[in-house]
C-alpha cells in the first residue's frame, strides 16, 4: 500500500517559523503537493516539487529528497490566519490523482 | 474566473436513503474528481473522469456509489443506499491536463451527514 506521513498537530507563534516534514513510501513517484485547507474549505494548492531541491513561494518554501522519500513545507514569518491544516500529497504516475497524507493541523497564537 | 462550483453545500439524510451531488469544474478542465474526506483525515480518490471518460474509479464502492460526466463537462456523484460510513465531506475537483504540473482546484464540498 501507499503510505504518506506527517504529524498530526503543530503549534507555533505569530512571526516564527515552522517546518512540516513529510515523509512517503509509495509504489511510484511524479510530484509531490502541498495544500492549505481551513476548516469547513476547500484544500487550496500551496506548491509542487518534483525535482529535489527548494522551492520557494514568498513566506512558503517547499523542500523535496526524492532520495530519501521526504518533504517539507517552511513557513515564514508566521501568521494568525497561516492556522489550518496542512496536506502532503503525492501523484503515483503521470495522469493519476493525488494521494493525500491526513494532514498537519498548525494552530498559530499571538 | 469561476471556480469549482458544488451542491448542495450541506446534506442530512438518514442511513438507507439515497443521495446525489453535484459538480461544475472550471471551464475547459478536462480532468474531473471526486473526492471523500472523512473527518480528520486526507481526501481519498473515489473516481476521476478524463472528459467524458472514466480513468480510475478503482476505490469507489460500486454496490453503492456511482458517478457520470455526461457531455464531458458537469459531473453527478450518487450514493444508494447510504450508511453511516459515508459520512465525509465530498470534495469535487478539476484540473487542467492531467499527469502535467498544474494543481487541482477544488470546491467548496458538500458534508454529508448520514443519521
Known amino acids: 500500500g501507499q503510505n504518506i506521513d506527517q504529524p498530526t498537530e503543530m503549534t507555533a507563534t505569530e512571526g516564527a517559523i515552522v517546518q512540516i516534514n513529510c515523509t512517503y513510501q509509495?509504489?511510484?513517484?511524479?510530484?509531490l503537493f502541498w495544500y492549505q485547507q481551513h476548516a469547513g474549505e476547500a484544500p487550496t494548492f500551496l506548491s509542487y516539487?518534483?525535482?529535489?531541491g527548494l522551492e520557494e513561494k514568498g513566506r512558503f518554501s517547499s523542500f523535496l529528497s526524492r532520495s530519501k522519500g521526504y518533504s517539507y513545507l517552511l513557513l515564514k514569518e508566521l501568521q494568525m490566519k497561516d492556522s489550518a491544516s496542512y496536506l502532503c500529497?503525492?501523484?503515483?504516475?503521470?495522469?493519476?490523482?493525488?494521494?493525500f497524507g491526513k494532514g498537519t493541523t498548525l494552530s498559530v497564537s499571538s | 474566473e469561476a471556480g469549482v462550483a458544488q451542491s448542495p453545500r450541506y446534506k442530512i439524510i438518514e442511513k438507507r436513503q439515497s443521495v446525489a451531488f453535484w459538480c461544475n469544474p472550471i471551464s475547459g478542465h478536462a480532468t474531473l474528481y471526486w473526492y471523500q474526506q472523512i473527518l480528520g483525515q486526507g481526501p481519498k480518490l473515489l473516481i476521476q473522469f478524463q472528459n467524458n471518460g472514466v480513468v480510475d474509479d478503482s476505490q469507489l464502492p460500486k454496490d453503492r456509489f456511482s458517478a457520470e460526466r455526461l457531455k464531458g463537462v458537469d459531473s453527478t456523484l450518487k450514493i444508494q443506499p447510504a450508511k453511516l460510513e459515508d459520512s465525509a465531506v465530498y470534495l469535487c475537483?478539476?484540473?487542467?491536463?492531467?499527469?502535467?504540473?498544474?494543481?487541482?482546484?477544488f470546491g467548496p464540498g458538500t458534508r454529508l451527514t448520514v443519521t
Open positions: 475537483a478539476s484540473s487542467l491536463v492531467a499527469g502535467s504540473s498544474y494543481e487541482q482546484y
Open positions: 509509495t509504489s511510484g513517484f511524479n510530484g
Open positions: 500529497a503525492v501523484r503515483l504516475q503521470a495522469g493519476t490523482a493525488l494521494i
Open positions: 516539487n518534483v525535482l529535489d
